[in-house]
């Protein structure tokens, strides 16, 4: 039963893959497109808006494997995103022009700065973002849950304030500040290099990073290190009186975790062509959760559901209604800046009344809802 | 033989004895560090040094107020209510639009005065009303959930309140007219500013008061049970849900006077003002030890001299490090001791 779901799940996916690659390099660019459906797709669905909710799929599964899969809270996810993005800016750009670095790189020899190979990158920005994974970790896993949601919250803030200090660290140049980084190597694709506006070949990398992250996801949740994640989820001291190491097993989360947020990290500055500090602030740690809580933590297909389904609704589904609606009724309400109220609501109802998500997790059901036979009786008794 | 079986004085698990080392020497570099930064700051710009700390003492204060609002609601129900830096900023917001749009003070005079003591009341009553509805309408049904569920809910909450935020103040810091003197009086060389005096005056009685209906009244006695053991409490005809809603009162309504002080004092509002001041507050009450209210003031107070001395000082990092300062405080204190510098070291409870 469960694998025909997932066999339905992946085989629809790859058909929406197929068709929009289609769509968008070769019906988009013709000219024998008719002008309204051209129009329409430009509105409803540009192909920039279909790239950045890929990157936030691979994003939002990395956070899913922290809180959906080990229960642990991570309000600074923003953190390893930022890390990541400053990899893809420090090792595929001029930024560093004092030297002249190539490692496979997709630009000419003779080019100042480090460039190394986008594939290699990605390598190098998940490591480091797994390796400060475990750095923040190791010290706070022995807190108590909230705890540890406010240091890795911290965590969160501390890290895109060097970045955007970072144009001055002791006279050292490490970020360029509220400039940023711009301009990156394109991606070497065996035939050809994919610059920033190869919006379709794009796609093609991204959806095979994501395939990536949910190939990780859903073996990992199968082998033993996944089914001790769910075990301390659902109750740590069972978990380790079985026999479960804790530490260890939190770390390897978390290192998992910013894994992800280094891969989407890189992804994302590939994707806008550069890295601008600014743009890693708290929000996106939010809006990172509200995907995983909306979908339905631990669940991964329920993960990517939320994950693009409110990416879209932040970048085009929310400006698109609202210039919509605003020329039908001739009002002039500004939508965009509904998104607060939007994220807000969604984690509080879903919260309220629909823990488990949009596709819910069978066993995280049993758990989200314990204490609700107990309320009933509670409130049978006051009455 | 037996000379070696000579027994020792237990002094905790090998663990325990390994991270009690790991605590002190912590704690000693920090404090050397600490007390060589100071000393430098103090010979090369001794004045200097005594105004940065009056404004960071007077910056704490307000601190404190926000940070008992956490303490109290963790120290209840230990959820951390991240709506509540939010609900200071829409006390702030309402202070403004309560002087100056509605009963249009703009000056320090006896009708401003007057103004100013009505806000007080108001922004009390407003953020107290606010916050008890909060508790009513999300975190009660989820009092029993995994803690997932509330600290989320409450993430969600500090999001719907901004949303607010942004659409009474709009999205960017807007100006107002105070209506509290800005004049200053020279003590030695350091300048007080009246600001720092009305601040006092107002501050200390408030957490005279609550220090009070904590410690004296029979409410807070129901509070401190209900903080304890809230089966225990209801067993003993403690209406709990009365005492929660009644705590939230006021820490919303300590908020609420925050949210005054700071826009008379400061004159700018911001949607976005809660997050900063939020956290700033949070992590004083976790650095008093979350849950102990003497705690979280000397908490504040201590943040806000830091922060101060950090923003004002000629050998520190400077303003653009504020919040990177306050945050590796935050960090370093759970990491060295999570039970706060007043808070009693607990285990968690199985």
């Not at chain 1, 430009?42 to 990395?62: F, R, T």
């Not at chain 1, 970072?166 to 694709?189: E, M, Q, R, V």
Request: aromatic fraction near 12%.
């Amino acid at each position: 039963m469960a694998v025909s779901s997932q066999r339905k799940w992946a085989t629809g996916y790859l058909i929406a893959v197929v068709l929009l690659f289609i769509t968008y390099q070769f019906l988009f660019p013709w000219d024998g497109l008719p002008m309204g459906i051209y129009d329409f797709l430009q509105l409803w669905l540009p192909p920039m808006a279909v790239n950045e909710s890929l990157v936030y799929v691979i994003c939002a599964l990395g956070l899913n494997i922290v809180v959906g899969y080990a229960g642990l809270l991570d309000l600074g996810y923003v953190a390893f995103w930022a890390i990541g993005g400053y990899c893809a800016g420090w090792f595929m750009s001029e930024f560093f022009y004092m030297v002249n670095l190539h490692f496979f790189g997709s630009v000419a020899k003779v080019a100042p700065g480090i460039h190394v190979n986008f594939w290699g990158v990605l390598l190098i920005g998940g490591l480091v973002c797994a390796f400060f994974g475990i750095l923040i970790g190791a010290p706070t896993l022995r807190l108590k849950s909230d705890y540890l949601a406010i240091v890795t919250l911290g965590f969160g803030e501390i890290i895109p304030q060097v970045f955007f200090n970072g144009d001055d660290i002791g006279g050292f140049n490490l970020s360029n500040g509220t400039k940023g980084i711009t301009i990156l190597d394109p991606i070497p694709a065996g035939i050809k290099n994919i610059g920033p506006f190869d919006f379709g070949y794009k796609f093609i990398i991204f959806v095979f990073l994501a395939f990536v992250m949910i190939f990780i996801s859903l073996r990992l949740r199968k082998g033993r290190l996944g089914r001790a994640w769910l075990a301390i989820r659902e109750d740590e001291l069972a978990a380790s009186m079985m026999g479960v190491p804790l530490m260890q097993t939190k770390l390897a989360a978390y290192a998992v975790g910013a894994f992800a947020g280094g891969l989407g990290g890189v992804a994302f500055a590939t994707h806008v062509d550069g890295v601008y500090a600014e743009r890693f602030n708290f929000s996106i740690s939010i809006f990172l959760l509200a995907m995983v809580v909306l979908g339905g933590m631990g669940n991964v297909w329920g993960v990517i559901l939320g994950a693009l389904l409110l990416s879209w609704i932040n970048s085009t589904g929310l400006p698109a209604f609202g210039q919509t609606f605003n020329n039908r009724f001739g009002t002039e309400i500004n939508f965009p800046s509904f998104t607060f109220l939007l994220f807000g609501l969604v984690l509080i109802l879903m919260m309220l009344y629909k823990r488990e998500g949009l596709i819910p997790e069978s066993r995280l059901r049993l758990i989200l809802h314990e204490g609700d036979v107990e309320e009933d009786l509670s409130a049978k008794e006051s009455k | 033989m037996k000379a070696t079986v000579e027994a020792k004085k237990f002094t905790g698990t090998r663990g325990q004895v390994r991270r009690k080392r790991i605590e002190l020497s912590g704690a000693a570099i920090i404090g050397l560090l600490l007390v060589v930064w100071l000393g430098a700051n103090l010979i090369k710009a001794p004045t200097q040094f005594a105004q940065v700390t009056v404004l960071g003492l007077r910056n704490g204060l307000l601190y404190a107020l926000i940070a008992l609002g956490y303490t109290l609601v963790y120290g209840i129900i230990e959820l951390i209510n991240f709506a509540h830096g939010d609900l200071f900023m829409l006390g702030a917001l309402f202070s403004s639009y309560f002087i100056t749009i509605w009963f249009h003070q703009e000056n320090s005079n006896l009708a401003g005065w007057v103004t100013f003591l009505l806000a007080l009341i108001a922004a009390m009553l407003f953020c107290g009303t606010i916050n008890v509805l909060i508790e009513r309408l999300a975190y009660r049904k989820l009092r029993r959930a995994p803690k997932l569920a509330p600290l989320i809910t409450a993430v969600g909450m500090s999001f719907l309140l901004q949303f607010i935020g942004i659409k009474w103040n709009g999205s960017t810091p807007r100006q107002w007219p105070t209506v509290i003197p800005h004049g200053e009086y020279v003590w030695f060389g350091v300048i007080i500013s009246q600001v720092t005096i009305i601040l006092i005056l107002v501050a200390a009685p408030l957490l005279t008061l609550l220090t009070f209906v904590v410690n004296k009244t029979k409410r807070g006695k129901a509070m401190r049970a209900t903080a304890q053991d809230q089966d225990a409490a209801r067993l003993m005809g403690i209406d709990v849900n009365k005492t929660i809603s009644f705590t939230f009162a006021i820490g919303g309504a300590l908020a609420g006077a925050a949210g005054l002080l700071y826009q008379q004092s400061v004159g700018t509002t911001n949607y976005n003002l809660g997050f900063q001041l939020g956290l700033i507050a949070f992590t004083s009450a976790v650095l008093g030890g979350i849950g102990n209210l003497n705690g979280a003031v000397l908490g504040a107070l201590l943040i806000g001299v830091v922060q101060g001395l950090n923003d004002g000082l000629p050998i520190a990092l400077g303003q653009r490090w504020s919040q990177t300062v306050v945050f590796t405080i935050l960090i370093l204190i759970l990491v060295l001791k999570p039970a706060g510098l007043l808070g009693k070291a607990t285990t968690e409870k199985v």
